[in-house]
């Protein structure tokens, strides 16, 4: 299941314009440069930024995501024909035989037991082609960076076009051992309505990370800084063991 803030249409139509700068992904779009890959798998593509600007470059690419409001957003994106959209996860998407598995934002952190991490991972390995890869960042367990996420810190507000002024905060409900469960919440000026996104985020460490990858079947490549976010995210590069 989809959190709300992914889910409810009027919610999802927000994303993008509440987010609008998503200098984030091109580390992975770079990534994928290097690696020469011509086919690529976006899990968790949500409103379809990285699939679509994948596609524009004559890649084959496949956007798959549990929200189908998010993936309404995307399919009446431009360009959103060049891109498959599958409603569903990882484990929803066969034996594609793409080049590049990618998992980018919190998307790896999403997976709360260690039972939906392996399936996940399981997923992906049959995603890839032999030597294929999987790349994803997470945020480092020991920056804490949920004490940021405070209404007074993450208050903000908006016009958006055609919605007009929208309020938003994020504020944090609960820190159990690894899992960080926070509440996003949205004002809506033109009718006073109030909506909320409750998640969890589980926040492992490096180490248990490269582990699970390793008994999937994957070999760690490499584990770089975001250079966006240094000291803050780590993303894995890993190959499909054949």
């Not at 991490?117 to 960076?145: I, K, Q, Y």
């Not at 809506?188 to 079947?217: K, P, Q, Y």
Request: hydrophobic fraction near 40%; aromatic fraction near 8%.
């Amino acid at each position: 299941m989809a959190d709300d803030g992914f889910e409810v249409p009027r919610l999802a139509q927000l994303y993008d314009p509440l987010d609008p700068d998503r200098g984030d992904l091109d580390v992975y779009a770079a990534i994928v440069d290097e690696l020469g890959a011509r086919s690529v798998l976006d899990v968790g593509c949500g409103t379809g930024t990285f699939a679509l600007l994948l596609a524009a470059r004559g890649l084959d690419v496949t956007g798959v995501d549990p929200a189908a409001a998010s993936l309404d957003v995307a399919r009446g994106k431009p360009g959103a024909d060049a891109v498959r959209w599958v409603h569903g996860d990882a484990t929803t998407v066969g034996e594609l035989g793409v080049e590049v598995a990618t998992m980018t934002g919190n998307v790896a952190q999403v997976f709360l037991t260690d039972e939906a991490w392996t399936a996940t991972l399981d997923a992906l390995h049959a995603a890839l082609s032999p030597g294929g890869h999987l790349v994803f960042e997470t945020r480092r367990p020991e920056r804490e960076a949920w004490r940021e996420w405070t209404r007074e810190a993450t208050h903000e507000v908006s016009v958006v076009d055609g919605v007009g002024q929208v309020e938003t905060w994020t504020e944090v409900t609960e820190v159990r051992g690894e899992l960080v469960t926070f509440r996003s919440t949205w004002v809506f000026a033109s009718d006073g309505a109030v909506l909320t996104s409750d998640s969890t985020l589980r926040f492992r460490d490096r180490r248990t990370i490269e582990s699970s990858l390793v008994s999937a079947g994957f070999g760690v490549l490499d584990v770089r800084e975001a250079p966006d976010r240094p000291g803050r995210e780590l993303v894995f590069v890993a190959r499909r063991q054949p």
